[in-house]
């Protein structure tokens, strides 16, 4: 277990660059003492961002590059544009490197490519797909869950296919997508609940009973504004890699950053390569069987 965690940030990723990266990643050192942080990007943008910020600076190693990815560049435009010099690559070359033990970027996802599974005795876990029927769906997914469904897993139970009214239930602890899928889902659930905090303000502000009913019950809609707050699960961890690569959503703000960077040192704590690992890992036992829902969902 490493006395640091070093996190390597694309400080020129996502929407707004070093102006939410560096803050961000200022609030996640307030709740994580043992952070160092190396920052790719153009020096120009993020050393004054830091002087303001001396626990984060004496925390922080600056890596300059001025070639960052363009959220809208394809990754056959990157490649041919000096990916190998840009604030993504830089950072993520820094893991490959042993030189940091997980890297952040909010930039093109595309460019850059879970869940740990984290206190829960074998999770439940669901592909997502148009439909719970084992034929239904694309060709990849049909396979993964033919593959899921023959093996015997020790650490965790399949539960066959999963519909996108499912992520919201709560069916499965895990929903395990490919990237489109996953990117439609997420957005739209992002969308949903911003709609319905707009109808909510709208209605809350449309009479004087209304206003004193808001007054009344405060305290439960701020509950629920935080439980709906997309910015708390900021941060999609690609699988499949030897290493950590935590992808932020491209138009977040300081605090959803901070989310992704704190995700990014608890994959590190609790080893989560390691235990990727051991919870594939196929179990010798005939009597541990796979929870085969014969395409249903529970």
């Known amino acids: 277990m490493p006395q640091k965690v070093r996190i390597a940030l694309d400080a020129m990723g996502g929407d707004h660059g070093a102006a939410v990266v560096v803050p961000g990643a200022e609030l996640s050192l307030t709740r994580h003492s043992d952070i160092e942080f190396l920052l790719f990007g153009d020096r120009a943008a993020i050393e004054p961002l830091l ?85 239904k769906g694309l060709e990849p997914v049909r396979d993964a869950g033919k593959i899921l469904r023959e093996g015997r897993w020790s650490n965790f139970r399949y539960a066959g296919f999963v519909e996108g009214d499912d992520i919201g239930k709560g069916t499965v602890d895990v929903v395990v ?92 704590r609790h080893e989560l390569l390691a235990k990727i690992g051991e919870t594939l890992a196929p179990s010798p036992d005939p009597e541990v069987a796979p929870r085969l829902a014969g395409g249903a969902a529970s």
């Open 51 to 135: 002087a303001t910020r001396p626990a984060l600076k004496a925390a922080s190693r600056l890596i300059h590059t001025d070639v960052a990815i363009k959220m809208d560049d394809k990754p056959s435009q990157a490649l041919r544009k000096g990916r190998w010099k840009s604030s993504m690559w830089l950072a993520i070359d820094a893991v490959k490197k042993h030189e940091a033990d997980v890297i952040i970027s909010a930039g093109n996802t595309g460019s850059a490519m879970a869940s740990a599974l984290l206190g829960i005795e074998r999770p439940t876990v669901g592909l997502l797909n148009i439909g719970v029927e084992e034929a």
């Open 177 to 268: 997508t490919e990237g489109f899928a996953g990117n439609i889902a997420l957005k739209a659930a992002e969308g949903t609940a911003r709609q319905l905090a707009h109808y909510l303000n709208q209605e809350l502000s449309r009479s004087l009973i209304s206003k004193l009913g808001y007054l009344l019950a405060r305290r439960a809609f701020r509950a629920l504004s935080s439980k709906m707050d997309p910015r708390k699960a900021n941060g999609g961890i690609f699988l499949g890699l030897n290493g950590i690569v935590i992808k932020s959503h491209g138009g977040t703000d300081a605090e959803g950053f901070a989310y992704a960077v704190d995700q990014g040192y608890d994959m590190v």
